[in-house]
């Protein structure tokens, strides 16, 4: 078993402190621990974070994407070993994780280059003797809180744009996932990422939370998580107004219209539900097929549900990995037991209920006051809704406080743009159930968060506009 340490200024950190298990999902093995931080730590990471501030945001930002390149490389080099990590701290199947290395990884290639494009602009003066020019520099330390069901990605969404400005990170790692967090911060500094601009703090949440949220020295915070963190981190924000992105929950709809082609809408909805066991936050939650559909929908999904296998992710074919954890397991139970209690119709129930190997559920006659209509179930639970109309599925799928993705699915094109469109989401897949990729912008409408991530649009979070008046 490996024993972790904080990582601080460059150095490994903390080992003194009590240590925090990592258990393996699949096994209930405890597989490493890292140590339980707290306030003190944190500040320490901020102390490291913001004296490198001082000399990696005056490299210029051709000598970061070199760095930042290099940083990409290793983990290409390094993939099967940081899958692997993933795979056993977090459950997902290896196919899945190794997928996402490359995903997270395709963030730090695309602001490797981004970087190179944070163009300033001249603007024409009133006056002749008068040059207006605006400045982009970075915001400085950024606090980045990752959760645990996209280990990889989430940190890197969020480190690759930061360093590329020339900002400093002070990292916290799901308590759930911190190894593969510190795989990636080791081979940033092997690819000579300098001491202290990268530091990570396991431990205690809140304390390191708020320890970052008091400290003014810290300029942003971009946090993944739950709605109800992502509300008090930006209350916690409001002290000293620091910059925030959240990406919080969703509750994301898939309409089936009564034209769409039915393999793309089942593969579709197979793709966003099952994907990370339906622990992700673009998972679809609600399934609203047209009345004249619903049989041959649901007989297609069944099948494809039939052939799915569930099992330790290291597996070779598992496609449905363990739950988190008991806590998740719980949350399943309580939404399929509300819908059967008000009056769902259960389709299909794979064999196993209680264990975190939770097998798939699907139900028809869900209705808009069963649980797993509002809120987000983070499982393998697929509730289906008929609807009649176009308009009416568009108001039922908005009638959310969530705006993160929605799925449409319909061989009409025109049709498709204009739901597209009336959807309060920050994400629409147009007979897509995948749709997202490091080159476009990933983030919330209403309470899913604030700020984008990904694409040149995830970049401007971690820069401040600067304008500078020369009077001649
Ligand atoms: P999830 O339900 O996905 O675990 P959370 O919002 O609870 O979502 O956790 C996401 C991240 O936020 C994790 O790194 C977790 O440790 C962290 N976190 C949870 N509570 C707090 C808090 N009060 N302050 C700061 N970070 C927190």
Known sequence: MEHYALKINGEETGQELAPLDVTNPATGDIIATVPHGGAEEASQAVDAASEAFKSWSQYSAHERSAIIRKWHDLINENK?????TMTIEQGKPLKESRGEINYAN???SWYAEEGKRVYGEQIPATQRDKRL???KQPVGVVAVITPWNFPAAMITRKVAPALATGCTVVIKPAEQTPITAMKLANLAEQAGVPKGVINVVTGDPKAIGEAWLEDERVRKLTFTGSTAVGRQLMKGSANNVKKVSLELGGHAPVIVMD???LDK?????MGSKFRNAGQTCLSSNRIYVHESLIEAFTEKLIEEVKKLKIGNGLEEGVDLGPLINEEAVAKVQKHVQDAEEKGANVIYKGENQDSLYFSPVVLTDAKEDMICMSEETFGPLVPIATFQTEGEAIQRANDT???????????NMTKGITISEQLEYGIVG???GLPSTPQAPFGGFKQSGLGREGGHHGI???LETKYISIGL
Do not use: W
């Open 80 to 84: 099967e070993d940081l899958a692997r």
């Open 460 to 462: 401007e979070e971690y």
């Open 401 to 411: 406080i969530y705006g993160l993705s929605a799925y449409v699915f319909t061989e």
């Open 106 to 108: 395709g963030f730090i």
């Open 430 to 432: 147009l007979n897509d």
């Open 265 to 269: 809408a089942v593969d579709g909805v």
């Open 133 to 135: 020019f605006v400045h």
């Open 259 to 261: 034209d769409a082609d």
